[in-house]
């Protein structure tokens, strides 16, 4: 196992790992035709600037050592895989939802206005709800910052 398998980390909608209020992690998809493209940019041993140490951090900061990327690879690309193999619409919402940041208070800010809510849940299409008060707000699209 590699020695930051056990860290407890959580997706921040719509396509970003999170360790302890610090991003690690920045998954994007495209699809083409009946195919998905998937990009996943992870944090390993890069160095984060002064100006990002407070939102951002890597694997090896929070591994306490430097960190070989190609076993992170390879044991990426075959928990992909297996996942893969099981996969369907609900039980990617279902496990984004178990792993996210639902429940934590959010700032929205999008094209048009900021508010601030609770990251409540996900519609079937995957987008967010913040719920304000009684309210609930579908985000199409947007930053959700975390508060």
């Excluded at 995957?126 to 309210?135: C, D």
């Amino acid at each position: 196992a590699l020695p930051i398998s056990n860290i407890k980390t959580f997706i921040k909608w719509p396509n970003d790992l999170y360790f302890e209020k610090k991003k690690v992690c920045g998954i994007l998809t495209t699809n083409l035709d009946d195919k998905s493209v998937v990009g996943i940019g992870i944090n390993v041993n890069n160095k984060i600037g002064k100006s990002l140490q407070s939102k951002a951090t890597n694997l090896k900061t929070i591994a306490g050592k430097e960190l070989n990327t190609e076993k992170i690879i390879k044991s990426l690309l075959k928990h992909f895989e297996n996942y893969s193999k099981k996969i369907n619409h609900n039980k990617i919402l279902n496990d984004w939802k178990k792993h996210s940041f639902l429940g934590q208070k959010v700032k929205v800010k999008t094209m048009n206005r900021t508010f601030e809510g609770i990251a409540y849940d996900l519609d079937k299409e995957g987008f967010l709800i913040i719920k304000k008060g009684s309210k609930k707000i579908k985000v199409i699209e947007g930053d959700v910052f975390l508060t």
